[in-house]
């Protein structure tokens, strides 16, 4: 659902980074602003409430090229991990255009993962989307840590689609440009495609 503006001859993109409670969604848009240039990037907003917290921010990244003399510019989103919050989560979804799922590889959040996927797949689907047929990346997060499951245990449990999946140490910012630059290019490939 990209949305063209004429006058600046840019195609705008949302991609929303989706995933259980702190498990590496903010940071991993806190690290991309922290190396976006200035130039190329708006102000990061949070929508902050007592106990949740929405980050957006949009940069046109210079080295993905045109579509038909139109820029491309992205706005990444974070939605709130905590499951109550799930009207936020789905307003965020409005007007998807890819959506990155972050997992936290610890092996005792294996179940809030899995709750968070189906709660996308359900989020989406409420408004006519199917995440099987989105631009879609699955980035395995906290891969530093001592209690992570294996990379072939997380893709059997969550990556079923074989969808591009990225390990990632997000603090560090392994793994996050290789994650943001993979959706975006679904992203233009389905646009694209469309045009």
Excluded: W
Excluded at 19 to 37: D, F
Excluded at 68 to 89: C, E, I, N
């Amino acid at each position: 659902m990209s949305f063209i503006n004429y006058s600046s001859r840019e195609i705008n993109c949302k991609i929303v980074y989706y995933g259980p409670g702190l498990c590496g969604k903010t940071t991993n848009l806190q690290y991309i602003y922290n190396r976006t240039n200035p130039d190329a990037k708006g102000k990061m907003i949070s929508l902050a409430t007592e106990t949740e917290r929405t980050l957006f921010f949009d940069f046109l990244p210079l080295s993905l090229g045109e579509i038909r003399g139109f820029r491309t510019r992205f706005h990444l989103y974070t939605v709130p991990g905590q499951v109550f919050y799930d009207a936020s989560r789905k307003l965020i979804l409005k007007g998807v255009d890819g959506v990155v799922f972050v997992a936290d590889s610890q092996v005792d959040r294996v179940e809030a993962n899995l709750e968070s996927l189906e709660n996308l797949r359900y989020n989406l689907q409420e408004q006519g989307y199917n995440l099987d047929r989105i631009p879609y990346v699955i980035q395995y997060n906290k891969r530093d840590l001592p209690s992570v499951a294996s990379v072939e245990e997380l893709r059997s449990l969550l990556n079923d689609q074989m969808v591009p999946e990225f390990e990632a140490v997000a603090p560090k910012g392994a793994g996050v440009f290789d994650t943001l630059k993979a959706v975006a290019k679904l992203v233009l490939t389905e646009l694209k495609r469309g045009s």
